[in-house]
């Protein structure tokens, strides 16, 4: 499939289109970021979970690429979807449901378009992680993926220039984990001995909201480049 992601109306980044294959780049960049920091997400999970954060992510992202490749989906909201299902059939305890409900709810979201603007996006992820927060039923500051997740959408907006602050903001959410006492799940049986880690689960998302942003960096500098041609 051609990738037509695009600045349609040069110099108007509102205007920016995002196709299958921009989505197909993303999860395949967070799989990737995935396999480079799955030793330090289980480091993470070890001080205050059960240490196999890491190989969770890594062997649930494998599949998600695996499957892509296998089923090449027709929509933005098709890819997600099939990811979220592949997450939730391959990674164990809670992160699979977390990540699937995530992925699936946010490509329910976006519907059958071929081709979503990056507004469309924003509020799209903005249903899938109020999903994840009845799932969990947790909220901001619990020490969750909620605290990586939920000021990342806050930042998103109609440009892929919010790509990179959602990707700031969600870097900062995971490292304002630390000094929390985690309130929902298996860190939370710790009490305040679970101050002082930062939350696997909050850092694993900000991999892949960083991932989101890489990929529409790069999908920029395609379009500046091929503007310039």
Do not use: C
Not at 70 to 97: D, H, M, N, W, Y
């Amino acid at each position: 499939m051609a990738d037509r992601t695009a600045d349609r109306t040069a110099g108007q980044e509102g205007e920016h289109t995002l196709d299958t294959a921009f989505f197909i780049r993303w999860l395949t960049t967070a799989a990737q970021a995935v396999e480079r920091e799955a030793d330090r997400l289980t480091e993470l999970d070890s001080a205050i979970g059960d240490a196999d954060h890491g190989s969770n992510l890594q062997r649930g992202f494998r599949a998600v690429t695996a499957a892509l490749a296998q089923e090449p989906p027709g929509s933005p909201g098709a890819v997600l979807a099939l990811a979220g299902k592949r997450l939730i059939s391959t990674v164990g305890g809670a992160s699979g449901p977390l990540y699937g409900t995530l992925l699936r709810r946010t490509g329910k979201a976006l519907g059958d378009a071929p081709e979503v603007s990056p507004a469309q996006l924003a509020e799209a992820l903005r249903v899938g992680v109020a999903a994840v927060a009845q799932l969990g039923g947790a909220k901001a500051g619990d020490k969750t993926m909620l605290d990586a997740l939920e000021p990342a959408v806050g930042a998103l907006g109609a440009s892929y220039a919010t790509f990179a602050e959602a990707a700031g903001a969600a870097g900062d959410g995971a490292l304002a984990t630390v000094p929390l006492q985690a309130r929902k799940g298996r860190a939370s049986y710790l009490g305040e001995r679970s101050i002082g880690h930062q939350d696997p689960g909050a850092t694993s998302s900000a991999l892949l909201i960083t991932a989101l942003a890489d990929t529409a960096g790069a999908a920029r500098a395609s379009a500046r480049e091929d503007g310039s041609r």
